[in-house]
């Protein structure tokens, strides 16, 4: 079997939507007060991805040591991994709170994906020594992180998750004809087209604000949210907040900004062009 006929089969394993369905609604409830922190909106970036790298390198060094440093290497080891064990936790923390807003095939993987990782969490943390057992258990870790980090990098290589889903939308760099200006109400999020990307217009007086209407996050429809008194709208499936005037992400989880179009009247049709 190809391990990513592995990965196929486990997109499909239904039986594990009523667990990670209610696991997902309890990681959201926990963590809601500070999304935003987790989800690395403050960062431009997600924190997931850059937590990791601390946690694999310690084990993974531990590991080569056990197996190529001998007694000299055995004093490094524990350390290590205790430095490796303590870095995990905030990993596993912002990890969770990414796969609870996923759905479907993606939150299936990675709720397998949690549980080999939690696993080689705990050998780690059991193997906190230097015997023939304890260097076992960190060999079996490893491959157990291992395990994790393939299905890791498939929930974002072949399923896109935590992706800007921006990447590949069109961008007029021209002005380019999006909407009558008659149909744009006052205060209304308002769906357009232009050169086939899909924008976000919102009128306030004579000031015309243009965002990409697709949520960098997960690809939600901006149009659909709401518009507050600090005009920013929020994004209907998962809670992101952008502001108007700039696309900065306010509020997590998004963490990329919305693409920012500038927005003219030109003989009664409202025509935008990507911001510089």
Request: aromatic content about 6%; charged content about 20%; overall charge negative.
């Amino acid at each position: 079997m190809r391990p990513r006929d592995l990965t196929d089969k486990l997109e499909g394993l239904e039986v594990l939507d009523g667990l990670s369905d209610r696991l997902a609604g309890a990681v959201n409830s926990a963590v809601a007060p500070v999304k935003t922190l987790l989800s690395g909106t403050w960062l431009d970036h997600p924190l997931h991805p850059a937590l990791v790298s601390t946690p694999l390198g310690c084990w993974s060094g531990a590991v080569i040591l056990d197996l190529l440093g001998g007694e000299a290497g055995y004093a490094a080891v524990r350390p290590m991994v205790a430095l490796g064990t303590l870095a995990a936790l905030p990993a596993a923390i912002t990890g969770l709170s990414d796969w609870a807003d996923s759905y479907g095939p993606e939150r299936r993987v990675g709720l397998v994906h949690a549980a080999v990782n939690i696993t080689g969490l705990t050998l780690f943390a059991l193997s906190l020594g230097n015997g023939r057992r304890a260097r076992r258990l960190r060999l079996l870790g490893l491959m157990a992180v291992g395990t994790g980090g393939y299905l890791g990098g498939h929930l974002t290589y072949a399923r896109g998750l935590g992706v800007d889903h921006q990447i590949l939308v069109e961008r007029p760099t021209e002005w380019t004809d999006a909407l009558d200006a008659e149909s744009l109400a006052e205060a209304t999020p308002t769906l357009a087209e232009a050169g086939g990307a899909r924008v976000l217009l919102y009128r306030r007086g004579s000031q015309i604000y243009a965002l990409s209407d697709v949520c960098p996050h997960a690809a939600g429809p901006l149009h659909e949210g709401e518009v507050d008194d600090d005009l920013c709208v929020t994004c209907p499936w998962h809670g992101s907040r952008f502001r108007l005037s700039d696309g900065r992400a306010v509020h997590g989880p998004a963490s990329a900004p919305a693409v920012v179009y500038e927005a003219r009247v030109r003989d009664g049709r409202v025509e935008v062009r990507a911001a510089p």
